[in-house]
């Protein structure tokens, strides 16, 4: 039977209560099932412009081979081609990191011309929706979680020293009882976009369930809350709510950073209709398989 996948999805960004200027950067295409947070770096004026670029040149990407009106990709097309280490994705997924990979250039490229700007980059998270799948792509700090059957967990990878520190405890590389990180260098990041001409980005495939709850945020909150305070304000608040809700409880605890939040439910159901529908802020025209969702408010 047709499956359909309804999405209910809101998204804010707040300059937090200590900084002048906002460096974070957020988007929601309903279309393409596209969520997307960016965290700038690099002084005053570079980290903002770094964020921005990152979500212009991931969505300009996506939307240019993805759209409904969009001619048929060219399959030499560089995006789609495999790099020997992507061979386990789909299209959507290649695409995906591909986009990543643009934008990575993007910043280098513009860092390198302008004295100004020299250095700035971003952290980038993102999930593109594929049929009953989810493609999940990251690099730097800025997380990404799944909310489901009353449990929250982390489905990026955090890239600091602090959480590669940690991860090589876990595997057996260190000791565990090996020298304890120097505090200043426990959130330095181990990967950034646009800092390097190349750029290694995170993928992971997720299988979607009827009630996941998608948040993605930037550290100015997942710094102050841990997951598990997270997890009641998204399953007990429509998104919109959820985020503002979510800023609040950052800025309460000090808001020393830029807050930026996405809060995404999700909904997989067969269908047997092929009429529009609309319900409780969800909306979907169902097909063999369709992807859409609802951008309720922007903060």
Same mark, same amino acid.
């Given at each position: ?22 460096? $974070? ?27 921005? %670029?990152?979500?212009? #040149?991931?969505?300009?990407? %996506? ?8 001619? &048929?990709? +060219?399959?030499? =097309?560089? !995006? !789609?081609?495999? $790099? ?11 695409? %995906? ?11 280098? =490229? ?12 971003? #952290? &980038? /998270?993102?999930?593109?929706? +594929? ?28 890239? #600091?020293?602090? &959480? ?27 990967? &950034?976009?646009?800092?390097?001409? #190349? %750029? ?11 009630? $996941? ?12 809350? +841990? ?10 608040? =429509?998104? /919109? ?6 800023? $609040? ?29 609309? +319900? ?20």
């Amino acid at each position: 039977m047709p499956i359909a996948i309804y999405t209910h999805a809101s998204g804010t960004t707040d300059v937090g209560r200590r900084r002048d200027t906002n460096q $974070d950067t957020f988007f929601i295409d309903e279309d393409l099932g596209l969520f997307l947070v960016a965290d700038g770096m690099g002084g005053r004026q570079g980290g903002g412009v770094a964020s921005k %670029l990152v979500v212009q #040149t991931i969505s300009s990407v %996506l939307r240019r081979h993805l759209d409904h009106d969009a001619p &048929a990709p +060219d399959p030499n =097309e560089p !995006l !789609l081609l495999s $790099d020997g280490e992507d061979t386990h994705l789909a299209k959507r997924g290649r695409l %995906l990191k591909g986009a990543f990979l643009a934008s990575n250039r993007a910043v280098f =490229e513009k860092s390198t011309k302008h004295p100004a700007l020299r250095g700035m980059g971003s #952290t &980038a /998270a993102a999930v593109l929706l +594929d049929n009953d799948m989810l493609e999940v792509a990251n690099v730097g700090d800025s997380p990404i979680y799944l909310a489901r059957n009353g449990e929250i967990h982390l489905i990026s990878v955090v890239h #600091t020293v602090e &959480a590669e520190h940690a991860a090589k405890i876990a595997s057996g590389e260190l000791d565990p009882d090996s020298p304890p990180l120097d505090r200043r260098y426990r959130h330095v990041l181990t990967r &950034a976009v646009g800092v390097a001409p #190349t %750029l290694k980005v995170q993928m992971r495939k997720v299988q979607i369930q009827d009630g $996941d709850i998608l948040l993605l945020c930037s550290d100015g909150l997942s710094n102050k809350l +841990d997951p598990d305070e997270m997890l009641p304000v998204v399953t007990q608040h =429509e998104p /919109a709510a959820a985020c503002r809700e979510l800023v $609040d409880m950052a800025n309460e605890r000090g808001g020393e950073d830029n807050i930026c939040v996405i809060v995404v439910r999700l909904r997989a159901m067969e269908t047997e209709t092929h009429e529009e529908e609309e +319900d409780d802020g969800f909306r979907v025209k169902p097909s063999i398989f369709t992807i859409m969702g609802r951008l309720l408010g922007k903060g």
